[in-house]
């Protein structure tokens, strides 16, 4: 499993990203840069990336991270472990990621509870109709809001 | 900086070229000095799809990709002119019928094939050139075989490319400067886009020569699917090309 047409991420979509627009263009943040994070075959490899990820948003003093991905199923096992590899250094995750009906986590874990699902598909599957569960403006707002909401409960002096 | 020129209209007509009054014209006899270095590809078409008129047949949709191209600087910095109203359509088949998917096919009726209006698809004003291509048999599903769609199209861009370069400036219809601005003080946000990197249609490329393009690009998978961290800037101006 990998990219199902309704959630690749065209090279249009990533010229226009939403989710670029609304983190770069919010006051309250002040962003980093976009780190991208390919998808090994290797369940070792898989693990290795992710955490050098993780390891390099903290080293970059992140507060936070959004997390996307254009595929699901086996990427899934990537995209949780990238996402547990943040939490076990205490940076608060929120990201898109399609799931619908057919495409939860594969793979499951306690730093998962900042992912928005993405699916558009009225059944809620894999449509295979080009750009049908890509992420949105909308989508890109409330992961956004949700993000800021997790740092300030993680931030001692904000309490 | 981006200008963007509007494209009011694309018509089949005797060269490939850009006009100042906002037209595209399209010469399918590119095609050949395009394909001569191609053994993987059969044969290629190009069509051009008006807005509405998507009640026609496709093969399965490999990428839409916006006509951009640098004019001064690298990428990430510096001047890219981009063209609105039309973008590019790569479709993929192979000579016995298999289509150039990984994980699903969006072959079929275009109109139910296509979902408009995301920011990775086309508005229902814009128009669509489709470049299609049937590779030989069998190489849909090998790296090589897409890897030479990409790039036939991407040549079949580049036309269209040094002829958006000469356009002048203050004829574009928009302009955006984007910063990189540090707000002191503020959260600091990190964006991780998990990317494809498994194989012949599962493959992301970054730091093309051009915005979106394919020449001069790295596969992630080549990079050992390391995390590549980009300014966005880079990011906004092109730096990742979708090779699926």
Redesign the interface.
């Known amino acids: 499993m990998g990219i199902g047409p309704s959630t690749k991420e065209t090279t249009l979509h990533h010229f226009r990203d939403p989710l670029l627009d609304v983190v770069s263009s919010d006051e309250e943040l002040d962003l980093l840069g976009v780190l991208v994070v390919g998808t090994p075959d290797d369940h070792a490899d898989k693990m290795l990336v992710g955490t050098r990820a993780a390891a390099m948003a903290e080293c970059m003093r992140a507060d936070g991270v959004i997390m996307t991905s254009d595929g699901w199923g086996n990427s899934d096992v990537d995209y949780a472990n990238t996402c547990e590899q943040l939490g076990i250094r205490g940076i608060p995750v929120t990201g898109l990621k399609f799931s619908g009906k057919n495409g939860g986590f594969v793979v499951e874990n306690k730093y998962l509870d900042g992912i928005k699902d993405i699916c558009k598909n009225a059944e809620g599957i894999e449509s295979c109709i080009v750009g049908e569960n890509n992420a949105t403006e909308l989508d890109a707002r409330t992961v956004t809001a949700l993000l800021k909401l997790k740092m300030r409960r993680n931030s001692p002096a904000d309490k | 900086m981006i200008r963007s020129f509007h494209i009011n209209s694309v018509v089949n007509r005797g060269t490939n070229d850009i006009t100042n009054e906002g037209v595209l014209t399209v010469e399918e006899s590119c095609l050949h000095d395009i394909l001569s270095g191609e053994p993987l590809i059969e044969n290629a078409g190009i069509t051009i799809i008006p807005p509405g008129e998507h009640n026609i047949r496709t093969d399965?949709?490999m990428?839409?990709?916006?006509i951009?191209t640098k004019v001064l600087g690298k990428l990430g910095e510096g001047i890219t002119h981009?063209l609105t109203g039309v973008?590019v359509m790569l479709t993929g088949v192979d000579t016995e019928g298999k289509q150039t998917?990984?994980?699903?096919?969006?072959e079929g009726i275009l109109a139910?094939?296509?979902?408009?209006n995301?920011?990775?698809?086309?508005s229902e004003r814009d128009y669509i050139i489709s470049f299609h291509v049937t590779l030989k048999a069998g190489m849909g599903q090998e790296r090589p075989g897409p890897l030479a769609a990409h790039r036939a199209c991407d040549r079949f861009v580049q036309i269209y490319r040094e002829k958006l370069k000469k356009l002048k400036g203050e004829m574009c219809s928009e302009r955006h400067e984007y910063h990189?601005?540090?707000?002191?003080?503020?959260?600091?946000?990190?964006?991780?886009?998990?990317?494809?990197?498994?194989?012949a249609m599962?493959d992301?490329w970054?730091f093309p020569k051009e915005?979106?393009g394919v020449d001069g690009g790295h596969s992630?998978?080549d990079?050992?699917?390391?995390?590549?961290?980009?300014?966005?800037n880079?990011?906004?101006d092109?730096?990742?090309?979708?090779m699926?």
Not at chain 2, 238 to 242: E, F, V
């Open positions: 399965t949709i990428d839409i990709i916006p951009s981009t973008y998917h990984e994980f699903g096919s969006s139910e094939q296509l979902c408009l995301r920011a990775g698809t086309p990189d601005i540090v707000r002191p003080g503020k959260k600091k946000v990190l964006i991780v886009k998990q990317v494809a990197g498994q194989g599962y992301t970054l915005p979106s992630i998978i990079l050992g699917n390391m995390p590549v961290l980009l300014t966005p880079e990011y906004r092109g730096a990742i090309r979708s699926q």
